[in-house]
């Protein structure tokens, strides 16, 4: 099993969520996050005065899956969230050891 998270644009994440679901995706957890990376932020105006935002508004999404569904998870978000502009995100797939559903007591994919 394997863990994908992806750190996306907040506007994409509607798209996201549709193209996961029509790949079988049925269970996503989604966070609100800030951060930055090669984006590095811009500058504001507020009553006269400029001030930094360097930490962007930004959705991180964690999927847990089986690992032959990982290249269709991966394409799906890839597609569902690029806009061709800098700052569209990052994906990265982790390895997930257990996996336990706590109302039944499942393990493993059973459990996903």
Do not use: W
């Not at 966070?31 to 508004?57: M, S």
């Not at 999404?61 to 394409?75: A, D, S």
């Amino acid at each position: 099993m394997k863990k994908v998270e992806a750190i996306i644009k907040p506007f994409k994440l509607e798209e996201v969520k549709e193209a996961l679901s029509e790949i079988g995706i049925s269970g996503i957890t989604a966070t609100d996050v800030k951060g930055f990376g090669r984006q590095k932020g811009h500058t504001e105006l507020y009553r006269g005065a400029e001030y930094v935002v360097d930490f962007l508004p930004k959705v991180k999404l964690e999927i847990i899956c089986t690992e032959e569904m990982v290249p269709k998870v991966i394409e799906a978000i890839e597609n569902a969230a690029k806009t061709g502009r800098i700052g569209d995100g990052k994906i990265f797939v982790l390895p997930v050891e257990e996996v336990v559903r706590i109302r039944t007591g499942e393990r493993g994919p059973d459990a996903i």
